[in-house]
């Protein structure tokens, strides 16, 4: 079962994105916290996280630049219901990460999860130059 780390101060979000989740047979890990999330994140293995670009008091960019300095191909969703997220893919290292604008259905969260999943696949020729 694939494991997820939803990471929202938002305790309704958390829990709707919970929900859609477990339908789907995943297992999820919640925190509110930037700080939370992180520590989650360092004791435990992840499969994909979604987390909020403005968390009270922490910046979730920050949080994802993090995250990948670690799990380089870590499918991560961004979310934010107070901007467009546009500005992501000119950050280095976040151009594969996959936005999704607050507020979202059901349908549009598993989207993005086959998405961002998709996108943090090493492509075939760039296994193939690897084993070069």
């Given amino acids: ?19 859609v989740l477990r339908i789907n047979q995943y297992e999820i890990v919640e925190a509110a916290t930037a700080e939370a ?4 994140f360092e004791e435990a293995s992840f499969d994909l996280a979604i987390v909020d670009i403005f968390l009270q008091g922490s910046n979730g960019s920050d949080l994802i630049a993090t ?16 901007t467009a997220l546009d500005f992501l893919s000119k950050s280095p290292g976040l151009a594969d990460v996959v936005c999704l604008q607050k507020p979202f259905r059901p349908g549009d969260l598993t989207r993005a999860i086959e998405t961002a999943r998709e996108a943090a696949r090493p492509s075939a020729k760039a ?3 690897a084993a070069l």
């Fill in 37 to 40: 999330g992180l520590k989650a």
């Fill in 67 to 82: 995250m990948r300095e670690r799990v380089p191909d870590l499918p991560v969703i961004a979310i934010s219901g107070m």
């Fill in 127 to 129: 296994v193939a130059r």
């Fill in 1 to 19: 079962m694939p494991r997820v780390l939803v990471i929202d101060d938002q305790a309704d979000v958390r829990a709707m994105i919970s929900i």
